[in-house]
C-alpha cells in the first residue's frame, strides 16, 4: 500500500508515531517518579513482575474491541470480581461497586450518590482544602457549594475534624475524606470523621485514589502499625474510590468505586444508570487489564509491590533528610513525598531536575514549589541517582523570596498540581 485512505504514507505514519512516542517519553520509565500505568517491573522482590506486567498489556489487548454493552459479558464478570475482592479486603459487608475511568469519575459518582440519597437539589459538601481539584471540580458540575477547610498552618496534611464539624451547614449533604492526600501522602481523620457524619445524618465518601490499592496490604502486612481505621470499619464511610491505575498497577484509565452496600450501589444506578457510572459505553480493554493485575497479583503480591514502593519511599525521606535546606513534608503513610523547603526557592531545583530527566510532579504549596514522587516498582535502583542530583541542584538554589508574585507561580502551574 502507498497510501492510507487519507493520503497519510506508511512510513510518514511510523515517523510520526516514533516521534509523538518520544515525546510522551513513554520508554524512561526508570526516571519517572510520579505516572499512572502498568508500572510493575521485574525486581529482586518482584521476579515475576515483567510477566505479570506482560500479561495485563496482553489482555487488555485481547478484549480492546469489547464494550460493557452486548459483548460486555466476560468484562462484567471480571468487574463483580475486582468489586468482592477489593470490597472485602476494604471491610464492606456486601461489597457492591463498579470500575470507573479514575478518581475523579469514582468522586463524581460518590457524590451524585450522595445527591440522590440526600433527595434534595444544591446544597454543600464538606472537606479539608487538602482534598483532590475533582472535588471543586464535582462541586462545580452538580451545583454544590464546595466548603474547603483549612488545615493548621504548619501541619497542611492534616485537618482537625472539630473544624469539618464546625464548617457543616443545614444544607451540607456529604462529607468527603482522603486517604492518601494529594501531594502529603496522608490519611484524614476518618474514624472522626465518621462520627461526625453520622451525628449529622451525612454521606461520608473517603477519595482512596491513591491510598486505596496500597494501605490495606501496608496494614496487613504489619509494615505501619499506625494506620488508623479508614475503611469501611468505620461506621459512617458510606463509599470508598481506589485507583487501579496508580497503585493498583493496571494500565489507565481503571478506577474504581466500593459502596457499604446494595442499597447505596442502587441509588448510584438510579441517577447514572445503568451501571451507575457517568460514562455510557466503557471499554472492557481497561477492566480486563485490572482483572489480571488484580487476579494475578491478589493480596501476597500486591502486599509485595507495596513492600517494595514503601522501601523507595524510605530511602527518599532517608536521603532526603541528609541534604540540608529541604525535607519531606511530614505525615505521608504511603509511596507519596513531598519535598519542600523552609529557607530555599526550589523552583530552579525542580527546573534543573527537569533538565536532567527526571519526570515528578510539583505543586505551588507549600509555595512557591514543593517536588512531589510517587516511587513505584519500575523506579528500583533510581533514587541514589535522583538524590545525586537533587543534592547538586539544591546546592545552587536561592533563599526564599519574601513574597511569591503570581506571576512567577505560574510557572510552577506547569509542572502539575
Ligand atoms: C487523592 C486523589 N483523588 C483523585 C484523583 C483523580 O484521579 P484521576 O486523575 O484518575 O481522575 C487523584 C489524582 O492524582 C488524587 O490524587
Known amino acids: 500500500m502507498d497510501k492510507f485512505p487519507s493520503g497519510v504514507e506508511p512510513e510518514a505514519f511510523a515517523r510520526e508515531l516514533d ?102 437539589r444544591g446544597g454543600s459538601v464538606v472537606f479539608p482544602d487538602n482534598g483532590h481539584y475533582s472535588l471543586y471540580k464535582l462541586c462545580h458540575m452538580f451545583d454544590l457549594d464546595p466548603i474547603a477547610v483549612p488545615a493548621p498552618a504548619g501541619q497542611l496534611h492534616l485537618v482537625d475534624p472539630e473544624a469539618i464539624e464546625a464548617a457543616i451547614r443545614p444544607d451540607t449533604i456529604a462529607i468527603i475524606a482522603t486517604a492518601g492526600t494529594w501531594a502529603y501522602g496522608s490519611i484524614d481523620p476518618i474514624e472522626a470523621m465518621g462520627e461526625i457524619a453520622l451525628r449529622h445524618g451525612l454521606y461520608l465518601h473517603v477519595d482512596g485514589a491513591f491510598g486505596g490499592y496500597i494501605l490495606p496490604f501496608l496494614e496487613r502486612s504489619g509494615y505501619d502499625r499506625n494506620i488508623a481505621p479508614w475503611d469501611f470499619r468505620v461506621p459512617g464511610v458510606c463509599s470508598i474510590s481506589a485507583d487501579l491505575h496508580k497503585n493498583g498497577m493496571a494500565p489507565p484509565p481503571a478506577g474504581s468505586l466500593y459502596f457499604r452496600d ?86 530552579p531545583v525542580a527546573e534543573e531536575l527537569r533538565g536532567r530527566g527526571w519526570m515528578f510532579a510539583a505543586r505551588a504549596i507549600p509555595a512557591p514549589v514543593g517536588v512531589v514522587v510517587v516511587p513505584m516498582p519500575h523506579n528500583d535502583g533510581q533514587i541514589p541517582a535522583f538524590l545525586d542530583d537533587l543534592r547538586e541542584a539544591v546546592k545552587s538554589a536561592p533563599a526564599l523570596p519574601d513574597s511569591t508574585a503570581e506571576a512567577d507561580l505560574e510557572k510552577v502551574s506547569s509542572y502539575g498540581f
Not at 526508570?30 to 517491573?41: A, C, K, V
Not at 457517568?278 to 482483572?291: H, L, N, Q, V
Not at 525535607?327 to 530555599?344: A, E, H, K
Open 19 to 120: 516521534r509523538l512516542e518520544l515525546v510522551s517519553r513513554l520508554a524512561e520509565t526508570s526516571r519517572n517518579l510520579f505516572d499512572e500505568g502498568p508500572h510493575l517491573i521485574s525486581t529482586a522482590e518482584l521476579p515475576w513482575g515483567d510477566t505479570v506486567r506482560e500479561l495485563a498489556i496482553e489482555v487488555t489487548r485481547r478484549f480492546i474491541h469489547g464494550e460493557t454493552w452486548i459483548t460486555g459479558g466476560g468484562a462484567r464478570e471480571m468487574e463483580a470480581e475486582i468489586v468482592q475482592w477489593m470490597g472485602g479486603l476494604l471491610g464492606a459487608p456486601e461489597p457492591a461497586g463498579f470500575l470507573t475511568s479514575g478518581g475523579s469519575e469514582s468522586n463524581m459518582c460518590a457524590i451524585l450518590t450522595a445527591k440522590r440519597r440526600a433527595g434534595r
Open 262 to 347: 446494595a442499597s447505596l450501589l442502587a441509588l448510584a444506578k438510579e441517577i447514572c444508570p445503568p451501571n451507575g457510572t457517568m460514562t455510557g459505553t466503557r471499554g472492557t480493554g481497561p477492566i480486563a487489564g485490572a482483572w489480571t493485575m488484580v487476579k494475578l497479583l491478589g493480596e501476597a503480591g500486591y502486599t509485595a509491590v507495596s513492600l517494595k514502593s514503601m522501601a523507595m519511599r524510605d530511602e527518599i525521606v532517608r536521603g532526603v533528610g541528609e541534604i540540608d535546606g529541604v525535607d519531606v513534608y511530614p505525615g505521608s503513610q504511603i509511596n507519596m513525598s513531598l519535598i519542600y523547603s523552609d529557607t530555599l526557592d526550589l523552583r
